[in-house]
């Protein structure tokens, strides 16, 4: 009989090459302005001379704050955490509307908004809390016909979007310098913070635009924890980078995690159905030993959980 595979290790390495062994992990990541998510992980790549480099969540290169950068078999969770809350500070500029929402578009109109007051935005936020319809802008990565729409918006072309459901938790407004407003933006996955920014702006009948944006988190993936990009660089020089890897579990650690015997490991290690006696009424858990091992779906008639990704060296 053919042993089973070993289980990935968690933010360590899996097996390979000893010159270049591959790496499995996570990298909270501060991404600085003017660079693109892609931009950051073909970085990373170079830093962990491995290919298999992927990230939860795409920052526009405005954007600042938070990115989460997965590594070897981490890409395979990776998903997980971009489904997470979000936390952002806004900064929103009242009387002028950009083509993209953002500071990075043409400027399509302008408005007097002299008029402004705190007391007016007060009031308005409100109607922009809880779950609420929002419309995707056109300048974004959401497809049409198989093509990105912001292909389509520099094409001159606009169409149709249909507005979709978020939860925005909670709206703060940390500061107002006229016509700036700086915003606390506490929101669901899926949340597009131009859209707020210029449906805030249409509903006080001054247009406005994003003009500054910085993710505060992700999840449990937190700004003051993250490392900047020109330090992970500059300890990678060093061999020192794999410090700031975390493991990969964390991208699951909104999910029951099981601790299985050596028995039912090699079983998952198989794709085997299990049985476990799992608290809570999730249907999604991941299961672990001496490490991550594998991803795992509860069949809804009984205790008998399927594994759906089993994390092992190749």
């Known amino acids: 009989m053919t042993a089973p595979r070993k289980p990935v290790s968690e933010a360590g390495q899996r097996s390979g090459s000893a010159a270049n062994p591959p790496v499995t992990g996570l990298l909270n990541i501060n ?3 003017d660079m693109t998510s892609h931009d ?12 298999r480099v992927g990230h939860a969540g795409t920052l526009d290169p405005m954007a600042t704050g938070v990115l989460v950068v997965a590594l070897g078999a981490a890409t395979r969770v990776v998903e997980y955490v971009a489904e997470g809350s979000k936390s952002y500070r806004a900064t929103l500029r009242f009387g002028v509307i950009t083509d993209t929402w953002d500071a990075e578009g ?22 922009f809390t809880g779950e609420i319809q929002q419309v995707p802008p ?7 016909g198989g093509q990105p729409l912001y292909k389509l918006a520099r094409q001159g072309i606009t169409v149709e979007r249909e507005p979709r459901p978020v939860t925005i938790y909670r709206l703060v407004i940390e500061n107002w310098s006229p016509p700036e407003l700086t915003l606390r933006v506490d929101c669901s996955t899926g949340t597009y913070v131009r859209s707020l920014a210029y449906d805030l702006g ?3 009948g001054t247009g406005a635009h994003l003009s500054a944006l910085t993710r505060l988190a992700v999840g449990q993936f937190r700004l003051e924890d993250a490392v900047e990009l020109d330090e992970l ?5 060093q061999g020192e980078w794999q410090r700031h890897l975390l493991p990969m579990h964390l991208a699951l650690s909104h999910l029951p995690g099981i601790m299985v015997d050596e028995d039912t490991a090699r079983r998952i290690s198989f794709g085997q159905a299990v049985a476990l006696d799992v608290q809570g009424d999730s249907d999604i858990g991941y299961a672990y030993r001496e490490g991550f091992l594998a991803l795992l779906r509860r069949d809804p008639s009984n205790k008998w959980w399927h594994p759906s990704k089993v994390l092992l060296s190749l």
Request: hydrophobic fraction near 50%.
């Open 31 to 33: 991404k600085p302005p």
């Open 202 to 204: 249409q509903a006080l």
């Open 40 to 51: 950051v992980v073909a970085i990373v790549r170079r830093i962990a001379h491995q290919r």
């Open 233 to 237: 660089q500059s300890q990678a020089a």
């Open 106 to 127: 043409e400027v399509i109109e302008e408005r007097d908004a002299s008029g402004l007051t705190l007391a007016a935005i007060e009031a308005a936020l409100p109607a």
């Open 138 to 144: 056109m300048y974004s990565a959401l497809k049409r």
